[in-house]
């Protein structure tokens, strides 16, 4: 691994990739995609929302890390999804369980 590419503490010290990951909070993001998405792909987006509307579907849900976030634009694309926008989402209350439909 390059020197350019290991995380530091504040303090100057290297930051082992184990440690590194996860240690922040995950954000929601929002990933927009053309098409209404039916049920069955509640299983490629696990942990996130889907919400359908206006031709275009709405996924909602914890980021853990830019790699997470990669992973599930991957998801999108090899599913052959249209992606429209993908943006962190602004506060919204926790409501365990909600699936959005």
């Known amino acids: 691994m390059r020197s350019s590419h290991l995380?530091?503490?504040d303090d100057g010290t290297v930051i082992p990739p184990e440690r590194s990951r996860h240690a922040n909070p995950p954000i929601s993001y929002q990933i927009v995609?053309?098409?209404e998405l039916s049920r069955r792909y509640r299983a490629a987006f696990e942990d996130m929302t889907l919400v359908v509307e206006n031709g275009q579907t709405t996924i909602t849900g914890p980021v853990l890390d830019q790699t997470h976030l990669?992973?599930?634009l991957d998801r999108v694309r090899g599913l052959?999804?249209?992606l429209v926008?993908?943006?962190v989402a602004p506060h919204l209350p926790t409501s365990e369980g909600a699936d959005g439909t």
């Open 33 to 35: 995609v053309r098409g």
């Open 70 to 72: 990669h992973g599930l």
């Open 85 to 87: 926008s993908v943006e």
């Open 7 to 9: 995380l530091r503490a």
């Open 80 to 82: 052959g999804l249209e």
